[in-house]
């Protein structure tokens, strides 16, 4: 094989790797939307349930462990992560 079909059979196979790992992300996105979005339904019986018992809507002490367990599975990242679900699942009923 001349060096110009290897290099084109490489390119196929790349193209092929990048399109199969793309519909893989595409995939897991959506998941990762589904879980989000059960994830607000859940937080919203949670707060629910607070508030009915006269309690506050938010438990902060709470949030600080979810805070940390963010940051302990993904670095600073991960606080910033678990910052914006938190706020998607704030007041929301």
Do not use: F
């Amino acid at each position: 094989m001349s060096t110009t079909a290897s290099s084109t059979a490489g390119a196929a196979d790349a193209t092929e790797v990048i399109r199969t790992a793309r519909e893989r992300i595409d995939a897991l996105d959506g998941r990762i939307l589904d879980l989000v979005r059960e994830r607000m339904d859940v937080s919203a019986s949670i707060q629910r349930a607070r508030i009915a018992s006269g309690g506050r809507r938010v438990h902060l002490s709470r949030e600080m462990e979810i805070l940390d367990r963010y940051r302990e599975g993904l670095g600073k990242p991960g606080t910033t992560l678990a910052m914006t679900l938190l706020e998607l699942c704030r007041g929301r009923i």
